[in-house]
């Protein structure tokens, strides 16, 4: 059971507004939105970003996706990740590699390249201590990576770490962030 209660008909403006935002990105208004919707600043900011990362960006979305994965696994979060999971299969991502993203075959696997097993490297480096990434390891992600880029992938791994133990401390599911296929 979720710790608070999901707003279903927000009378505040901007809360209104959010979900009319939620509604036109995911096709409705996820549960972690609706539980947001408590605090009006909070679901406005949060609910951009989701309809930001969770698309086209100077990263490709179905990678995005894979490094959400990665990042909820890094830090035993459990809030979205299987609908997460069926948004990375239907991004076109292999069973191959959404199952080598889920433990640590990533490191040893042919499913990924250099670049991406990078990015995974920092995903556990973070959830370890963002305080201690090396210059090497950034040498190597900026030897593969653009600055746009490395920007845009930071903030996922980090924003999808607040959100990942929001969303379980919350208790909140997240059955499909997506009313259709996205595919």
Same mark, same amino acid.
């Given at each position: 059971?979720p710790a608070?209660?999901?707003?279903?008909?927000?009378?505040d403006? !901007?809360?209104?507004e959010?979900? #009319?935002?939620?509604?036109k990105?995911?096709?409705?208004?996820? $549960?972690?939105v609706?539980?947001?919707?408590h605090?009006?600043?909070l679901?406005? +900011?949060?609910?951009?970003f =989701?309809a930001q990362?969770?698309?086209? /960006? !100077?990263?490709s979305?179905?990678?995005?996706?894979?490094?959400?994965?990665?990042?909820?696994?890094?830090i035993?979060a459990?809030?979205g990740?299987?609908?997460?999971e #069926?948004?990375?299969?239907e991004? /076109?991502?292999?069973? *191959?590699r959404?199952?080598?993203?889920a $433990?640590?075959?990533? *490191?040893? +696997?042919?499913?990924? +390249?250099?670049?991406?097993?990078a990015? =995974?490297?920092?995903?556990r480096q973070? /959830? @370890?201590?963002?305080?201690?990434v090396?210059?090497e390891q950034?040498? *190597?992600?900026?030897?593969?990576? +653009? $600055?746009?880029?490395l @920007?845009?992938? $930071?903030?996922l791994i980090?924003?999808?770490i607040?959100?990942?133990?929001?969303?379980d401390?919350?208790?909140v !599911?997240e059955p499909?962030f997506f009313a259709?296929?996205v /595919?």
């Open positions: 059971m608070v209660h999901y707003v279903d008909s927000p009378d403006a !901007s809360v209104v959010t979900f #009319q935002v939620a509604e990105h995911f096709g409705h208004v996820p $549960n972690l609706r539980a947001l919707g605090n009006p600043a679901c406005k +900011s949060v609910t951009e =989701f990362a969770m698309g086209e /960006g !100077s990263v979305w179905a990678f995005k996706e894979l490094v959400i994965m990665k990042t909820l696994r890094a035993g459990y809030y990740y299987g609908s997460h #069926q948004l990375a299969r991004l /076109g991502n292999s069973e *191959e959404i199952g080598d993203v $433990n640590s075959l990533w *490191e040893v +696997s042919d499913h990924f +390249s250099d670049a991406e097993k990015v =995974f490297g920092l995903v973070i /959830g @370890i201590d963002a305080n201690d090396k210059d950034w040498e *190597e992600l900026r030897s593969h990576w +653009s $600055n746009e880029q @920007i845009e992938l $930071n903030a980090t924003t999808f607040m959100i990942g133990r929001l969303g401390t919350l208790g !599911s499909a259709q296929p /595919g």
